[in-house]
T-cell receptor, first 116, second 114 residues
Framework: AQSVTQLDSQVPVFEEAPVELRCNYSSSVSVYLFWYVQYPNQGLQLLLKYLSGSTLVKSINGFEAEFNKSQTSFHLRKPSVHISDTAEYFCAVIIMTTDSWGKLQFGAGTQVVVTP | DGGITQSPKYLFRKEGQNVTLSCEQNLNHDAMYWYRQDPGQGLRLIYYSQIVNDFQKGDIAEGYSVSREKKESFPLTVTSAQKNPTAFYLC?????????????FGSGTRLTVV
């Protein structure tokens, strides 16, 4: 069963426009949530994460994500994108069950293409 | 600086050959992982190891093998039994289970069958 669903495989956006990447997870138990970014031919870099506490988490480069438990979502937003934000973004979850050993499960990714 | 080193960055394999991808970390992490990435499919877990001398199959282990003789190293062998090995391979590590810090990734190895 798919644990993490990224609803958009590709999101085209103009420079300085806002962007939202949608992520839903399937779990009724505690989770840790992450967003990773991948630039071409590189590994993944952690963008931000939610563990507990405030449902709004922010990264140093202007991205933010909000944990919504009732909707089981963790959407990523940026109010104004730059050309350099062109990359693939992965939502990931650690589901806290006794038999999951806490492994990270990834969505299929969303390719963001920023054009001038 | 601490991190994960994957080598080589690009690798070409003839059909029927085994090849080994290297992954070394100096982060003192207990757990290490191998993922395969194909376009549009996200990351799929091949093998993982939570401790030295122990490892488990992930979701797509067929045609792959690993070893974990040292904490720092987790090499992946792509055997001739893997029918479609062309892909981008990523190694990762974490402090353990569950790791609230997330995983640290290497820069990947792109394997192409020629």
């Amino acid at each position: 069963a798919q644990s993490v669903t990224q609803l958009d495989s590709q999101v085209p956006v103009f420079e300085e426009a806002p962007v939202e990447l949608r992520c839903n997870y399937s779990s009724s138990v505690s989770v840790y949530l992450f967003w990773y970014v991948q630039y071409p031919n590189q590994g993944l870099q952690l963008l931000l994460k939610y563990l507990s506490g405030s449902t709004l988490v922010k990264s140093i480069n202007g991205f933010e994500a909000e944990f919504n438990k009732s909707q089981t979502s963790f959407h990523l937003r940026k109010p104004s994108v730059h050309i350099s934000d062109t990359a693939e973004y992965f939502c990931a979850v650690i589901i806290m069950t006794t038999d999951s050993w806490g492994k990270l499960q990834f969505g299929a990714g969303t390719q963001v293409v920023v054009t001038p | 600086d601490g991190g994960i080193t994957q080598s080589p960055k690009y690798l070409f394999r003839k059909e029927g050959q085994n090849v080994t991808l290297s992954c070394e970390q100096n982060l003192n992490h207990d757990a290490m992982y191998w993922y395969r990435q194909d376009p549009g499919q996200g990351l799929r877990l091949i093998y993982y190891s939570q401790i030295v001398n122990d490892f488990q199959k992930g979701d797509i282990a067929e045609g792959y093998s690993v070893s974990r003789e040292k904490k720092e190293s987790f090499p992946l062998t792509v055997t001739s039994a893997q029918k479609n090995p062309t892909a981008f391979y990523l190694c990762a590590s974490s402090t353990g289970f569950p790791d609230s810090a997330g995983y640290t990734f290497g820069s990947g190895t792109r394997l192409t069958v020629v």
